[in-house]
């Protein structure tokens, strides 16, 4: 009879186990979100494959001046992951000051913009604030944000 309760007792429990649904989805079609902060501290989030590499996240951002000397494109991501960029070191564009040349280093800045910031800083004087760089013509707040970050009076 004990017998019989044990076998019974271990019946149920391993009923238990198995009435627990298993999840047979491929792992590749599950998606996972990254959030990337940029050197301009903007966020954004990515969607991802599960276990995608760091080298696909970077494929499919805009980050043209991000440090990245301290990334390792093989690390595997995971859902929830936050990356944070940081500047290329040593990169500041005084606009009181660059040259053309100097400015046209910045992204989105070609010679028709450098030049356009050299002659209003020829014309009105020495900029005020990093924020009278939008006072140039075809210099709007998306360019801004995306050069500000390297700029400095």
Do not use: W
């Not at 989030?45 to 043209?64: G, H, M, R, V």
């Not at 290329?88 to 356009?116: C, D, F, K, M, W």
């Amino acid at each position: 009879m004990k017998l019989f309760f044990l076998m019974f007792i271990l019946l149920l429990s391993g009923c238990s186990v198995l009435s627990e649904p298993v999840d047979l989805k491929d792992p590749s079609k599950i998606k996972i979100e990254i959030t990337v902060q940029f050197p301009d501290q903007s966020t954004k989030i990515y969607t991802l494959a599960n276990f995608s590499p760091l080298s696909e996240l970077l494929k499919q951002i805009d980050c043209d001046l991000c440090d990245l000397s301290q990334v390792n494109p093989q690390t595997i991501l995971k859902d929830g992951d936050i990356i944070v960029f940081s500047e290329v070191a040593g990169l500041s564009i005084s606009i009181n000051q660059a040259s053309l040349e100097e400015l046209l280093v910045l992204p989105g800045i070609g010679e028709t913009y450098a030049q356009r910031i050299i002659d209003y800083r020829n014309t009105y004087g020495y900029f005020q604030t990093i924020e009278d760089l939008m006072k140039v013509k075809g210099i709007k707040t998306h360019l801004f944000n995306k050069i500000k970050v390297y700029l400095k009076l």
